[in-house]
């Protein structure tokens, strides 16, 4: 990456990063992280400070991959968005980054070895912009026949039907939304749990994305202890995730295990993929835009 620094804003990032390339990376990646060799990937625990008054946090998440020769940092900060505000609630710079993609093509990865073959109907509680990219990536990767979305508000439902390209069945309330649904999908910024083990399917596979606060939840008591449970970063999930530490659930893998071989993706179990968010999936989505961006710029 020699020259002077590209500075590569969100609109051109979006034209350069395409699941089909991204999620490929993204699985290598999450293996690299899970064998815990240093030379593959080095990254801590998210460091933050918490911004009491904005119900968030600012964090740091850096990452060194030294066999792939790439080092990244994020700086993120994620807030609770006043009301009215166009503003998203998470913002962040990074070297080359999209935070959207790379969570939504992450709980697709999750998806793609956990939920049943057959599965039919996906879910989506929240409809803000992690509920975008996980139903553009969802819908692109599988063949759903049906996509449920629920949110608190019409506005953000009728926001998110006008956003997408496809048909979405609005529901009145999560648990009509979830009930029988073989995917979930929880992109929500709520602090109290929003999806109850009771309307969860059995055999279902839950992408909990939201609640990354050691005392926030998205999921009750039952569904954690009922579930199997993955996460993308077990450290990760025992310091940050509040559906994970107040419920007493146990880890049974990571992500990368699975694509590791060294854990079983039990699909015909109810299963929750707890999503953190992880400084190495900045620096494999930030490598590939930065390739991309440079392929484009020495053919014109
Ligand atoms: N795991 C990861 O890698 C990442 C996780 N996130 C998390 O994903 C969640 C969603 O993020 P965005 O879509 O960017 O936020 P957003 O602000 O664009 O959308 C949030 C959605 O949650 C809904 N919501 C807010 N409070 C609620 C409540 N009490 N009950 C039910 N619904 C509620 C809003 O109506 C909206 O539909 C956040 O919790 C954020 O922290 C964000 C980025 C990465
Ligand atoms: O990984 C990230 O980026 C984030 N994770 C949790 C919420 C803020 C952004």
């Known amino acids: 990456m020699a020259g002077p620094p590209a500075v590569i804003w969100k609109r051109e990032v979006e034209g350069l990063l395409r699941y089909r390339e991204l999620v490929p990376r993204l699985e290598e990646a999450l293996g690299k ?8 990937v080095i990254q801590p625990v998210r460091t933050t400070v918490p911004l009491q ?12 991959m030294e066999n792939k020769g790439v080092l990244c940092t994020k700086f993120v900060c994620f807030y609770k968005r006043e009301d009215g505000s166009n503003l998203p609630s998470t913002q962040a710079t990074v070297v080359l ?14 998806a793609k070895l956990l939920m049943c073959p057959e599965a039919e109907v996906l879910a989506i509680l929240g409809t803000g912009a992690q509920a975008l990219s996980h139903y553009n990536v969802f819908t692109e990767m599988f ?56 309307w969860v399917k059995p055999g279902a596979h839950v992408a909990a994305v939201g609640a990354c606060r050691p005392n926030w939840r998205e999921l009750d008591d039952v569904l954690m202890k009922e579930a199997v449970v993955y996460a993308d970063s077990r ?7 509040g559906d994970v530490i107040l419920s007493g659930a146990e880890v049974f893998a ?24 992880m400084g190495v ?6 490598q590939l835009v930065f390739d991309q961006w440079e392929a484009k710029s020495c053919k014109s």
């Open 235 to 241: 450290e990760g999930a025992l310091t940050e995730s």
């Open 143 to 198: 063949s759903f026949k049906e996509v449920r979305v629920w949110s608190r508000t019409g506005e953000g439902s009728e926001r998110f039907c006008r956003s997408v390209s496809g048909p979405v069945t609005v529901c009145v309330s999560a648990e009509e939304a979830v009930r029988g649904a073989d995917v979930i999908v929880t992109v929500t910024r709520c602090t109290e749990p929003v999806l109850f083990g009771q």
């Open 281 to 286: 999936e900045d620096a494999v989505s930030a």
């Open 33 to 40: 992280f899970s064998s815990r060799d240093p030379a593959e």
């Open 53 to 64: 008054k904005h119900h968030g946090f600012i964090g740091l998440m850096p990452t060194y």
């Open 254 to 277: 990571e992500l990368g295990d699975v694509i590791n071989g060294t854990k079983p993706a039990l699909r015909e179990k109810t299963t929750v993929f707890k999503s953190l968010g």
């Open 97 to 110: 980054l999209d935070p959207e993609m790379r969570t939504a093509a992450v709980s697709a990865i999750s």
